[in-house]
């Protein structure tokens, strides 16, 4: 079992920046592939970063490359999005997740953080 609880949410203004956290409990953090995924209200859950144990690996969805970074520290048993350039169509609830190898669902989930991004 893994807890998951996200923090770093808020408003910002178009342009601005956002740092969000996930910090895990439970089970050996670095054994699990992390990813940030968000919902706009009406709209499907989508992915947005994922990284690998290790963090060798990212993959990112086109909407944010070259904006956004996801990074772990598995010492600290966190993950982060570094949100950059960011856009009011990036106002969402944000959401980490884990699953145990890229061939598996995420099983675990967090509560979310609301980001609101104005005009």
């Known amino acids: 079992q893994v807890q998951l609880v996200e923090s770093g949410g808020g408003l910002v203004q178009a342009g601005g920046s956002l740092r969000l956290s996930c910090a895990a409990s439970?089970?050996?953090?670095?054994?699990?592939?992390m990813g940030w995924f968000r919902q706009a209200p009406g709209k499907d859950r989508t992915i947005v970063a994922r990284?690998?144990?290790?963090?060798?690996?990212?993959a990112y969805a086109d909407s944010v490359k070259g904006r956004f970074v996801i990074s772990r520290d598995n010492a600290k048993g966190t993950v982060y999005l570094q949100m950059n350039s960011l856009k009011p169509e990036d106002t969402a609830v944000y959401l980490c997740?884990?699953?145990?190898?890229?061939?598996?669902?995420?099983?675990?989930w967090g509560q979310g953080t609301q980001v609101t991004v104005s005009s």
């Open positions: 997740a884990a699953r145990s190898t890229r061939y598996s669902t995420y099983d675990y």
């Open positions: 439970g089970r050996t953090f670095s054994a699990y592939e």
């Open positions: 990284i690998i144990w290790n963090g060798d690996g990212t």
